[in-house]
């Protein structure tokens, strides 16, 4: 048995427009969709582009649109989709740079601007000293330390897709993460306290339901909307 896999096709520069290439691949039932296209890759047409890397949910780097929905594709199998097709875009919301593989400087850069890093203000580097944390205190941001960096969110959100201005679930979420550590310092209101960021959320929480690692970025934008509030009126308040 075989299903059919349409793949988005597209080289900006030399084509009009995306076109959607089938191919017929082996329906295995211990298959995900990355085999497909890796079988595509190696057996069918060595043209297609696409990202992958570790083939198990931690790389972050294999998100593609499948049937309309951003998802992992060496976590989605093949028979999930019954008889087929399976159809195969870019993550929606980014540049495309070739057939499956989206430009993703702009969100590196939103990255950046979060400082995600513990700050420690006053002291000088290397840092030698050790910060303990109790169990309590790790709780407190684990949840948002589970990103990889997947952009399924982005990719899912109406926000993000109208603006691609918007900071967006996973740097706000990883903001937090820092924001929460006990050993962090930092101060990131002026990012985060935006039109293009926390307050651009219009909290449909698809960011949440995509994420493959059930990291919450809805809540945690929620939760600074909050922080942001309160500190119009308690300025000295920081988290
Ligand atoms: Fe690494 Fe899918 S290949 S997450």
Redesign the pocket.
Known sequence: RTIRMEVARYRPGEDDEPVFQGYDVPLMPDW?V?DGLNHIKDQLDGSLSY?????????????MTVNGEPR????TFLTEYGEGPIRIEPLKGFPVIRDLVVDIDGFLAKLSSTRPWLVREGEELPLTTEYAQTPEQLDAYKQYSMC?N?LLCYSACPVYVLDPDFLGPAAIALAQRYNLDSRDMGDRFDVLNQEDAVWGCTFVGECTRVC?KHVDPAEAIQRYKLTAALRSVLPWSRR
Request: hydrophobic fraction near 30%.
């Open positions: 995900a990355l990202r992958w890397s570790c083939r198990m949910g931690v790389c972050g780097s294999c998100g992992l594709t060496c976590g990889i997947c493959p």
